[in-house]
């Protein structure tokens, strides 16, 4: 499955961004699909989850209560809703592919759309 993601951009901290990814290729609903990120020098983080039709989504603690993962299987798309977000949340974030039944290893990445969040 081919992923590409979008809506990163400059932000002031308290505000709030959409990132979408679309998926094509395969059969989108076969997949969890998960957000990520990463910053130079780091390892990438899982931030959430969501189950193939949407009914279950796990998150990072960093992330609970201002993020929020949602997917349109009509579309093809999963989205991330950064709400009251931080200057620590500056990344390049990613979406990916999950084979279920896992959660958090990611089969297919999407290339990382850049946020970041100034003071």
């Known amino acids: 499955v081919q992923l590409q993601a979008s809506g990163g951009g400059l932000v002031q901290a308290g505000g709030s961004l959409r990132l979408s990814c679309a998926a094509s290729?395969?059969?989108?609903?076969?997949?969890?699909m998960g957000w990520f990120r990463q910053t130079p020098g780091k390892e990438r983080e899982f931030l959430a989850s969501?189950?193939?039709?949407?009914?279950?989504?796990n998150y990072a603690t960093s992330v609970k209560g201002r993020f929020t993962i949602s997917r349109d299987n009509a579309k093809n798309t999963v989205y991330l809703q950064m709400n009251s977000l931080k200057p620590e949340d500056t990344a390049s974030y990613y979406c990916?592919?999950?084979?279920?039944?896992?959660?958090?290893?990611?089969?297919?990445w999407g290339q990382g759309t850049q946020v970041t969040v100034s003071s």
């Open positions: 290729g395969r059969t989108f609903s076969n997949y969890n």
């Open positions: 990916a592919a999950i084979i279920p039944p896992s959660w958090t290893k990611g089969e297919y």
């Open positions: 969501i189950s193939r039709i949407g009914g279950i989504t």
